[in-house]
């Protein structure tokens, strides 16, 4: 991946990153990591909100279910998504009580493992897939030990093949895009920055982030995707990356016009959101075990630019 500091006087902690005090104790639970995608066509986002279909309210109904817990079981998700965006490598963290935990594989010779994965591929519907279930390893926090994460946003422009099957995660274009001249501005935003341009402020939130790669490519049928990584996002912040790259891939602004709008540290009022649907949360990564409570750590810390 590339990237590296480029932020002016480096930065700074502040305490804990905002909404993260630090972690409680499972309090004798077991802390179970599973892993899914989905398709967020018909799902108001990750968060669970009273009378909306979320994937957080669906898979924690799931989980509840079958683990026949007392309360909702709650679930400590990698990366927020939102209304129509989509996931293949997600990663949640639930902390379980134990007897439940115990009694999933019933009689048979399955460990608890195996039958939860089971158990919940036959109650989710279809638009969500968990790929394994796993017993936490020590230290672990979905959300604050992780070290990256990488998104994909995929665009058919005037000269691609328009896919209809994949039409749910293409967004379409009538222009032709200059893809040289987006992977031109897209790489002066490489590094450590304060990308407060590009984010929904939260208040307490910081928005100072390391963003690690962003870079375009054509595929062999002419869609436009782009890859975004880096150690956190804040809310909006890779579709408005990808709104700022296609107003250079129109020719409306120039490849600089990216880095001098993050530079701003302000919301432009030219900037533009791209849709949902073209993204999909790809990948998160941690560290090895022995890094993961120290990382967790880390990852709490409240960082400004100095």
Not at 114 to 130: E, F, K, Q, W, Y
Not at 214 to 219: A, D, I, L, Q, T
Request: charged share 25%.
């Amino acid at each position: 991946m590339a990237g590296g500091d480029r932020a002016a006087g480096g930065v700074a902690a502040e305490g804990v990153a905002a909404g993260g005090a630090a972690e409680a104790e499972t309090d004798g639970r077991i802390r179970v990591r599973i892993d899914l995608g989905y398709d967020g066509t018909q799902f108001r986002g990750w968060a669970a909100q009273p009378a909306l279909r979320t994937v957080e309210g669906t898979l924690s109904a799931a989980l509840t279910t079958i683990l026949r817990a007392k309360q909702p079981v709650r679930l400590t998700v990698a990366g927020r998504t939102d209304a129509g965006v989509h996931a293949r490598g997600q990663v949640v963290h639930a902390d379980v009580d134990p007897d439940g935990w115990a009694a999933l594989p019933g009689r048979s010779d399955r460990t608890p493992e195996v039958a939860a994965l089971t158990r919940l591929s036959g109650i989710l519907p279809p638009d969500i897939a968990v790929h394994r279930v796993a017993v936490a390893a020590p230290g672990f926090n979905a959300r604050f030990s992780a070290t990256s994460r990488r998104y994909r946003y995929r665009i058919a422009d005037a000269s691609s093949t328009r896919d209809p099957l994949r039409r749910h995660e293409t967004v379409l274009l009538k222009q032709q895009l200059d893809v040289d001249a987006m992977e031109e501005a897209s790489r002066m935003l490489l590094g450590l920055n304060d990308f407060a341009a590009f984010c929904q402020r939260r208040e307490g939130a910081t928005t100072v982030r390391t963003l690690l790669d962003y870079s375009w490519r054509r595929r062999g049928d002419g869609v436009l995707e782009a890859t975004v990584v880096a150690d956190a996002f804040c809310r909006s912040m890779v579709r408005a990356l990808v709104g700022a790259a296609v107003q250079v891939g129109e020719g409306r602004r120039p490849p600089e016009w990216p880095a001098a709008v993050q530079h701003g540290r302000a919301r432009h009022p030219a900037l533009v959101v791209m849709p949902p649907h073209g993204l999909s949360l790809e990948e998160v990564t941690y560290p090895p075990d022995a890094g993961l409570a120290a990382r967790a750590e880390e990852g709490r810390t409240r960082r400004v630019l100095l």
